[in-house]
């Protein structure tokens, strides 16, 4: 904590050395977060920077009530949403009445999966089920929520994050071995 408080005043301070070791510090779990939202590695180190700038802006805003990464987290998964917005992936989403007959049952889950397998999954879904597969599933955020930060409708949210299931399912029961279990190399 002591650390952090080191942090966060030589960043409030502008010094570039801090700075650094901030962004030294929480880039790569970082990078990892904005790849969950944006495909292409280029695009989501683009993101990651413009992340990086607002968090030296708006330092000075921390006050300490949550963990330094959990709000620099919250930047970045703001920076990626407002990237995403300006492409709009969901402007043409299949109509939920379309997806009931694929909707899958709630009691179903995904099976536990190696984490960069899973990734790897959810990185080829379309961005608009990617999206908000990530802010449901991963973040815990709900559909009314979610609709609100996309400014989409909740329906929409609901259409993208069951899409986003089939695919995946559809995925691993092409990519599973005769006993059912997905083919993970580990």
Known sequence: MQDEYRLVDGCRRQDRTVQRQLY?????????????????????EDVLQDAFVKIYRHIDTFRFECPLEAWLKRVVINTALKHIRKHKPWENPADVQEMAPVLPQA??????????????????????CRTVFNLYAIEGYNHPEIAAMLDIAEGTSKSQYARARSLLQEKLKADSRPTGRPVIDE
Do not use: H, M, T, W
């Not at 030294?24 to 989501?44: P, Q, S, W």
């Not at 099976?111 to 990734?119: E, F, G, K, S, V």
């Open 107 to 128: 009691d179903e889950s995904l099976p536990a999966l190696n984490y960069q397998y899973l990734l790897g999954l959810i990185q080829e879904l379309p961005p608009g």
């Open 24 to 44: 030294e510090r929480f880039a790569g779990k970082l990078f990892v977060v904005c790849k969950r939202y944006i495909k292409d590695a280029d695009e989501a």
